[in-house]
């Protein structure tokens, strides 16, 4: 296989990572969600954990998309 | 036409400016586009500070209201992350959420460079950051800062817990840089991937050229998306920032 065929490959599969970070972050926020609707004052002192989580959990995701761009323009 | 979306990130002398500025070690040093962002970036955010605040009233006008804002709520951040001795801190996470949250705005201008989408200079604060914390550490704890990496479990799971710990302290600048290079790089491609789809679509013409109104609005809902993640990501940025020091300074007694 030629290295650029095996690399654009390698880059798509790198994206699949990004399903973890999807799966992760409707996670986050349905929590948030379950928890403000039953107890609507306490959400508004969880925002800063609510954010906070957001970006660790998009973080991952976006690890796996480096590595892809790492493979299309760095090798 | 080149369509290459990852040209947007290129450094390069900007246009006039071919002799290096001076040499180091033998590598010459240009004044760059990333460079002068920079310098921007430094000029405005301490112009606007500075001067903003300089009527002093007691009811603020807009510009000291903007300037005392951006103080009350990175404050409140690093008293509620920090706690109380996390004050004498405040200059630093300022300045640190400041210049992301410009940097990242300024990028968002149309023909403009984004500073922080270059892992060198997310690198440079992220490490900026870890050393803080690891100086700090030792100069309050002495060689008893290593007790951050010993958490209260009984002795055989110590044995595979301190590696971990260990581990995961050393990847934190990793981690710290990657998320704010990352975010400010695939915001900045998807908008330069939509927009070759505009003027493919543009210049097909017929029917085709009426659709690439298409991808224009989805480009415009993508900036307003990119306007926020601007904002969270130096948010996070300084608000991870004040946990670790919040760790460093409280070695495992969180309040």
Known sequence: MEPAAAKMIGAGLACIALVGAGIGIGNVFGSYLSGALRNPGAAATQTTNLLLGFALCEATGLFGLVIALLILFAF | ?255
């Not at chain 2, 055989?156 to 600048?173: A, D, G, K, M, W």
Request: proline share 5%.
């Open chain 2, 1 to 255: 036409m080149n369509l290459n979306p990852m040209e947007q990130f290129a450094v390069k002398p900007i246009l006039g400016l071919d002799k290096p500025l001076f040499e180091i070690a033998g590598h010459p040093i240009y004044f760059t586009n990333q460079a002068l962002l920079m310098v921007i970036v430094a000029v405005v955010s301490s112009l606007f500070l500075t001067l903003a605040v300089k009527p002093n009233r007691l009811v603020p006008t807009r510009g000291q209201s903007m300037a005392e804002m951006s103080y009350e709520f990175v404050a409140g951040m690093i008293h509620s992350a920090t706690g109380e001795d996390g004050l004498k801190f405040f200059p630093f996470v300022f300045t640190l959420f400041i210049f992301v949250l410009c940097s990242n705005f300024f990028g968002m201008v149309p023909g403009s460079f984004t500073v922080t989408s270059q892992i060198a200079v997310t690198f440079a604060l992220a490490s900026l950051v870890i050393l803080m914390v690891i100086v700090v550490g030792f100069m309050k704890h002495g060689i008893g800062f290593l007790k951050l990496f010993v958490p209260h479990a009984p002795w055989y799971l110590l044995i595979l817990l301190i590696p971990i710990e260990v581990i995961s302290f050393l990847t934190r600048p990793i981690s710290l840089s990657v998320r704010l290079f990352a975010n400010m790089l695939a915001g900045h491609t998807m908008l330069a991937v939509f927009g070759g789809f505009v003027v493919a679509l543009g210049s097909a013409g017929g029917l085709l050229s009426a659709l690439s109104i298409a991808p224009m609005l989805l480009i415009v809902a993508i900036m307003l998306l990119e306007l926020l993640v601007a904002f969270l990501q130096a948010y996070v940025f300084a608000i991870l920032t004040c946990i670790y020091l919040n760790e460093a300074l409280h070695l495992h007694d969180y309040h």
